[in-house]
Nanobody, 110 residues
Framework: VQVMESGGGLVQPGGSLRLSCIAS???????MGWYRQAPGKVREFVAT????????YYADSVKGRFTISRDNGNNTVYLQMDNLKPEDTAIYYC?????WGQGTQVTVSS
C-alpha cells in the first residue's frame, strides 16, 4: 500500500488550498485522514473520513475552515483548506492505517 499527497504550496493568509491524497494497492481500511507537523512541534490530527459512510471528524483548530471529502472510486481523499492562517503552516501528511505519505508543505505567509 502506498499513499501520496499533492497540492501543497505558498498562500497568503485568508487564502485557500486543496490537498489530495491517493492510496494505491490493496487495503481494507475503515478511514483515511490528514495530520500535520509544524516546525518544532509534534504531529497532530487534522481530519479524518470513513470510506463507507463518509463520516468526518475534525480538530477544533480547523473546524469550519477545512473540509475533508473522498472519492471511493479513485481511492482519493481531499482536504479543502479555506481561510488559511499562518498557524496552519506545516507539513501535511496523509494517513491510511499504518501507512503514511511523504508529506506536502503548506506555508501561509504574506
Amino acid at each position: 500500500v502506498q499513499v501520496m499527497e499533492s497540492g501543497g504550496g505558498l498562500v497568503q493568509p485568508g487564502g485557500s488550498l486543496r490537498l489530495s491524497c491517493i492510496a494505491s494497492g490493496f487495503f481494507s481500511s475503515y478511514a483515511m485522514g490528514w495530520y500535520r507537523q509544524a516546525p518544532g512541534k509534534v504531529r497532530e490530527f487534522v481530519a479524518t473520513i470513513t470510506w463507507s459512510r463518509g463520516q468526518t471528524y475534525y480538530a477544533d483548530s480547523v473546524k469550519g475552515r477545512f473540509t475533508i471529502s473522498r472519492d471511493n472510486g479513485n481511492n482519493t481523499v481531499y482536504l479543502q483548506m479555506d481561510n488559511l492562517k499562518p498557524e496552519d503552516t506545516a507539513i501535511y501528511y496523509c494517513n491510511l492505517d499504518q501507512f503514511w505519505g511523504q508529506g506536502t508543505q503548506v506555508t501561509v505567509s504574506s
